[in-house]
């Protein structure tokens, strides 16, 4: 017999999280700092899979046991972070032992009248995967910690006219350190220092098997799937690393593929088109153009 699917509970509101978890209300119905740095708030608590309608950004320092982010677990180590977009599927902990850090909610009713209402929709790690998480250093650990005091003390003792803007300007700094140490990240990680050999091996061996005729023109998130990252922590990578985006990296190939085959054999240009996963010669040709500034035609009579 197959075992049933957990119930997925959904929370709308900063208070109905605050009531599971055995809380207090929230002093901003639209914002809450959970502080467990003492260790006192118990995430067993949590159902084992709720889709929150704000967003959250956690700040752990120690967690015992595995987290559920997204399809899958992730092990946190000291000093990391995580980020969930409203409406992403997350849950509590297998064997939980104690945690400590924070955990930031917010609803994006926080943010209306702010540009980060629609800067923070910008930031890709809101969509990483679990094995995406950002790993902080002692320093970084210390920058960070500093911003979720400040925060706190915001909002635990410093309401007034000026709170709401504050707060807001702390948000987007730590959000801009995350996106800072993130590109630290894709530069110093062991596990990215192969990545270009791999995509290009990727990228040659999808030409090489003719999956094009079959499969279109390599996409992204087939890239991003067969290299076990999301599309866009793959692309934010890249970009990092290289200065061109996923999509850019399958551009510059099907370019250098294209040039192969229009000056080393004799096939036609809709041949060509229809060997690279183009639908419409047409659309191949304008590609082409847009790319090298000349027809294919053109470059395969200046080439001869």
Same mark, same amino acid.
Request: glycine content about 6%.
């Given at each position: 017999?197959?075992?049933?699917?957990?119930?997925?509970?959904?929370?709308?509101?900063?208070?109905?999280?605050?009531?599971?978890?055995?809380?207090?209300?929230?002093?901003?119905?639209?914002?809450?700092?959970?502080?467990?740095?003492?260790?006192?708030?118990?995430?067993?608590?949590?159902?084992?899979?709720?889709?929150?309608?704000?967003?959250?950004?956690?700040?752990?320092?120690?967690?015992?046991?595995?987290?559920?982010?997204?399809?899958?677990?992730?092990?946190?180590?000291?000093?990391?972070?995580?980020?969930?977009?409203?409406?992403?599927?997350?849950?509590?902990?297998?064997?939980?032992?104690?945690?400590?850090?924070?955990?930031?909610?917010?609803?994006?009713?926080?943010?209306?009248?702010?540009?980060?209402?629609?800067?923070?929709?910008?930031?890709?790690?809101?969509?990483?995967?679990?094995?995406?998480?950002?790993?902080?250093?002692? @320093?970084?650990?210390? #920058?960070?910690?500093?911003?979720? *005091?400040? $925060?706190?003390?915001? !909002?635990?003792? +410093?309401?007034?006219?000026?709170?709401?803007?504050?707060?807001?300007?702390?948000?987007?700094?730590?959000?801009?350190?995350?996106?800072?140490?993130?590109?630290?990240?894709?530069?110093?990680?062991?596990?990215?220092?192969?990545?270009?050999?791999?995509?290009?091996?990727?990228?040659?061996?999808?030409?090489?098997?003719?999956?094009?005729?079959?499969?279109?023109?390599?996409?992204?998130?087939?890239?991003?799937?067969?290299?076990?990252?999301?599309?866009?922590?793959?692309?934010?990578? @890249?970009?990092?690393? #290289?200065?061109?985006?996923?999509? *850019?990296? $399958?551009?510059?190939? !099907?370019?250098? +593929?294209?040039?192969?085959?229009?000056?080393?054999?004799?096939?036609?240009?809709?041949?060509?088109?229809?060997?690279?996963?183009?639908?419409?010669?047409?659309?191949?040709?304008?590609?082409?153009?847009?790319?090298?500034?000349?027809?294919?035609?053109?470059?395969?009579?200046?080439?001869?």
């Amino acid at each position: 017999m197959k075992s049933e699917m957990p119930k997925v509970i959904k929370f709308e509101s900063i208070s109905e999280v605050h009531r599971m978890m055995g809380l207090p209300g929230p002093v901003h119905p639209l914002i809450s700092l959970m502080d467990a740095t003492n260790g006192q708030i118990d995430l067993g608590r949590l159902p084992s899979s709720y889709m929150p309608g704000f967003y959250k950004i956690s700040f752990t320092t120690r967690l015992g046991g595995k987290f559920r982010y997204g399809q899958g677990y992730y092990d946190f180590d000291e000093g990391s972070m995580l980020f969930t977009a409203p409406h992403q599927i997350v849950g509590n902990t297998e064997n939980y032992k104690g945690n400590e850090g924070y955990s930031l909610i917010i609803h994006p009713d926080f943010l209306q009248g702010y540009p980060l209402a629609r800067k923070i929709k910008q930031y890709g790690f809101f969509s990483y995967a679990n094995n995406e998480a950002l790993h902080l250093s002692e @320093l970084e650990r210390t #920058t960070v910690s500093g911003i979720y *005091q400040i $925060i706190g003390d915001e !909002l635990n003792s +410093r309401i007034d006219d000026f709170s709401h803007e504050v707060v807001i300007a702390q948000i987007e700094l730590l959000l801009s350190y995350a996106r800072r140490f993130y590109k630290r990240q894709f530069l110093t990680r062991q596990v990215n220092t192969d990545l270009l050999p791999r995509l290009e091996e990727l990228l040659n061996a999808y030409f090489e098997e003719e999956k094009p005729v079959v499969q279109g023109i390599p996409t992204v998130q087939y890239l991003a799937e067969q290299l076990n990252y999301t599309s866009n922590y793959l692309s934010d990578m @890249l970009r990092s690393l #290289t200065g061109l985006n996923a999509q *850019q990296h $399958i551009h510059q190939s !099907l370019i250098e +593929r294209s040039k192969e085959l229009l000056s080393t054999t004799n096939l036609t240009i809709s041949e060509v088109a229809y060997k690279l996963g183009f639908e419409h010669p047409q659309s191949f040709s304008r590609f082409f153009k847009i790319k090298t500034n000349s027809s294919p035609l053109q470059f395969r009579s200046a080439f001869n």
